[in-house]
């Protein structure tokens, strides 16, 4: 049975080989948007079919399969991030996994398991365990329970601790090859590939997921702005982009800066395809300290992503700023 996503096959091929003696504590290391969670649950299911097909993968009917499918299986824990509502009712992923989703998971390990087989316990993203809770998993995952398996993927396994990662036996998902990346979003519908695939880093999970709802549309706006820093006006486009959600434009401008920069140190766009010629001449005529100073907030911003109470007023701030590099 092939998985999710054609570029992941040489990794599941090399994962079902295994599948008779599965790493105990196994680790998928990856860019994001390649399909390590899809290939991690993938094997989940894999180990916990109990009529697995001669190469190793889940068969699909029987009732371990079943369950799984159904998110029921009992000898299967998947610790994530959760969603907490904050207090003005708005609803948003956690940016850590707590110590208590740690302990949970060890006390499920410590259970014997319902079905003979094994007990899979999903750790995504492991990146994002706060201090605390990869602790709390560390004790376990040095002297694991027989017959389980923990699975562990992280974007960047360095923010892991050393010893967690010692413990675990590392398998790292690459970018797939340009070709085989637009192939496969041609066959998804998208009209051009290549330009989104620069935009996402190379990664096609990514690609496809800038092509859902307003969202090109919106960075087609904003950088058309951003193009023409000396006709910008902070107020209006303070005021209309703050409808823009705050992913998107972290993301957006944190790419057009990313690229500004390359040019002005004298490298080459490596995300807006689209917008070469204008970054080649805008790039020239910046000046680096305050670009650099600029991008370096929006950087810093990405890590907390938080939610201002007058989001036109900040964006207001940023794009004075941002005339000020060409000024
Ligand atoms: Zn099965």
Redo the contacts with the bound molecule.
């Keep these: 049975m092939s998985v999710a996503y054609p570029w992941l096959e040489p990794v599941w091929q090399r994962l079902l080989a295994t599948r008779s003696r599965p790493a105990q504590a196994l680790l998928l290391a990856g860019p994001r948007g390649v399909g390590k969670s899809a290939l991690a649950l993938e094997w989940a299911?894999a180990l916990?079919?109990?009529?697995?097909r001669p190469d190793g993968s889940?068969?699909?009917?029987?009732?371990?399969?079943?369950w799984f499918e159904t998110g029921a299986h009992p000898d299967f824990r998947r610790v994530g991030l959760q969603e907490k509502t904050s207090k003005e009712g708005e609803t948003r992923l956690a940016t850590a996994i707590e110590v208590d989703q740690a302990r949970d998971a060890v006390d499920f390990v410590q259970l014997s398991t319902y079905r003979a087989g094994y007990r899979v316990v999903l750790v995504d993203p492991a990146d994002s365990l706060n201090l605390a809770a990869a602790n709390a998993l560390l004790k376990v995952l040095e002297e694991p329970p027989l017959n389980t398996v923990f699975v562990l993927v992280a974007d960047q396994p360095r923010r892991l601790l050393p010893t967690i990662r010692s413990r675990c036996t590392r398998l790292d998902v690459g970018l797939p090859a340009l070709a085989q990346a637009t192939a496969w979003l041609g066959e998804q519908g998208v009209d051009d590939a290549p330009t989104l695939l620069a935009l996402a880093g190379g990664t096609p999970l990514a690609a496809l997921g800038w092509c859902e709802g307003e969202v090109l549309d919106e960075r087609r706006g904003v950088l058309e702005g951003l193009a023409r820093p000396q006709a910008l006006d902070p107020v209006t486009l303070g005021e209309r982009w703050k409808a823009v959600a705050p992913q998107t434009w972290h993301d957006v401008a944190y790419k057009w800066l990313g690229d500004l920069l390359a040019v002005r140190l004298g490298g080459s766009v490596q995300f807006n395809q689209d917008f070469i010629d204008v970054l080649a001449t805008l790039g020239r005529e910046a000046d680096l300290g305050k670009l650099l100073a600029l991008a370096k907030t929006q950087a810093d911003e990405g890590r907390t992503l938080a939610h201002p109470l007058n989001r036109s007023l900040q964006l207001q701030a940023w794009l004075v700023e941002y005339r000020h590099v060409f000024d």
């Design positions: 299911r916990l079919c109990e009529a697995p889940a068969c699909g009917v029987c009732p371990a399969c079943h």
